[in-house]
């Protein structure tokens, strides 16, 4: 790990009733260049068009395809991932978007909350994260 992760868990163990499997910690001490995102949507980041989804596994992939180009532009890699913060608009996206979440996270340990809102930007989008990363020095 980049990072030192203090008490690194899996979500399958915090919430055992939800059918999740993601790399979380309590905390991340890290120390180098910080990367900080603005809330990543499902949208392409070279037209800013939105996808053509209202599901919010695909919606995911694509936030979190964005979260990783951008983190990479920016020099580094996920494993520098620090923090995630998922805002959803329907808690019952909660289990499909945080297992999607996972297939980006696995090994990362990343401290991540998890937010229930009224409305995003735009009415269609059903997910936005944003995240912060550190490359070490």
């Known amino acids: 790990m980049a990072h030192t992760r203090i008490r690194a868990f899996n979500t399958k163990d915090t919430y055992p009733e939800q059918n999740l499997d993601n790399d979380l910690a309590q905390a991340v001490v890290a120390r180098g260049q910080m990367i900080f995102l603005r809330g990543q949507c499902p949208q392409d980041l070279d037209t800013a068009?939105?996808?053509?989804?209202?599901?919010?596994?695909?919606?995911?992939?694509?936030?979190?395809?964005?979260?990783?180009?951008?983190?990479?532009?920016?020099?580094?890699?996920?494993?520098?991932?620090?923090?995630?913060?998922?805002y959803l608009t329907d808690v019952r996206h909660r289990e499909a978007v945080y297992r999607t979440v996972g297939e980006y996270i696995r090994g990362v340990h990343p401290v991540c909350t998890g937010l229930v809102v009224v409305a995003l930007a735009r009415p269609e989008w059903l997910v936005e994260i944003d995240a912060t990363a550190v490359i070490p020095d």
């Open 49 to 86: 068009k939105n996808i053509d989804s209202h599901d919010p596994v695909e919606q995911t992939h694509k936030v979190m395809q964005n979260i990783r180009q951008l983190i990479e532009e920016a020099g580094g890699e996920m494993a520098h991932l620090t923090k995630l913060v998922v």
